[in-house]
């Protein structure tokens, strides 16, 4: 069974700093593309960061020049970090990805999602 947990969450000021990271785990036999969403109270879950299997990388201009998305393979983890941070990047961040647990085999998962909190 293939997990994906994200971490690095929590509450920062505006103009603030956080790195969110998703590890997937289990029997994996290659991560394939993962993505960031987020989900705001009363608001749809929109892309924030996706990354390709190659490294090539899509930035929602919402977060455009703030945000960023990178991975190591190696670890089968993503990274999103989050810089100049507002209020309105308050949400709960969920990780998504394309995962093999077996040769062609390719399914996708999603994280349970941390919360982040921009507030004074």
């Known amino acids: 069974q293939v997990q994906l947990v994200e971490s690095g969450g929590g509450l920062v000021q505006p103009g603030g700093s956080l790195r969110l990271s998703c590890e997937a785990s289990g029997i994996i036999v290659s991560v394939y593309s993962m993505r960031w969403y987020r989900q705001a109270p009363g608001k749809e879950r929109e892309l924030v960061a996706a990354i390709g299997f190659s490294g090539g990388t899509n930035i929602a201009d919402s977060v455009k020049g703030r945000f960023a998305i990178s991975k190591d393979n190696a670890k089968k983890t993503a990274y999103l970090q989050m810089n100049s941070l507002k209020p309105e990047d308050t949400a709960v961040y969920y990780c998504?990805?394309?995962?093999?647990?077996?040769?062609?085999?390719?399914?996708?998962?999603w994280g349970q999602g941390t919360q982040v909190t921009v507030t004074v």
């Open positions: 998504n990805a394309d995962v093999a647990d077996r040769p062609n085999n390719v399914r996708n998962y």
